[in-house]
Nanobody
Framework: QVQLVESGGGLVQAGGSLRLSCTAS????????MGWFRQAPGKEREFVSA????????FYTDSVKGRFTISRDNAKNTGYLQMNRLKPEDTAVYYC???????????????WGQGIQVTVSS
């Protein structure tokens, strides 16, 4: 098991940017693929983005392509989600998660952070 803690959320105006961080501890972070999910009130959890353990492969859901960038620094045991041109519909609780793979298959994620709120005002 790897323990995950998100940071960097908050309130931002539409069009602004935030960078979420996911810091891992407990097991070697580089052994895991990493993903970001989000859940808005009254909606199901959505698979937003993912990155393979080496960082060589990435996945984005269509609604964030061109606006969000996922990355990781295995030396720092940290993953990131850079979110630009934010929209009110991006408002949600964002969760980072770890997986043994495959990186782009949502059901493979079974290690979760506690979640962090992102609110985009119009």
């Amino acid at each position: 098991q790897v323990q995950l803690v998100e940071s960097g959320g908050g309130l931002v105006q539409a069009g602004g940017s935030l960078r979420l961080s996911c810091t891992a501890s407990g097991r070697t972070f580089s052994r895991y693929d990493m993903g970001w999910f989000r859940q808005a009130p009254g909606k199901e959890r959505e698979f937003v983005s993912a990155i393979s353990r080496s960082g060589g492969y990435t996945f984005y859901t269509d609604s964030v392509k061109g606006r969000f960038t996922i990355s990781r620094d295995n030396a720092k045991n940290t993953g990131y989600l850079q979110m630009n041109r934010l929209k009110p519909e991006d408002t949600a609780v964002y969760y980072c998660a770890a997986s043994d793979g495959p990186y782009n298959w949502a059901p493979s994620y079974d290690n979760w952070g506690q979640g962090i709120q992102v609110t985009v005002s119009s």
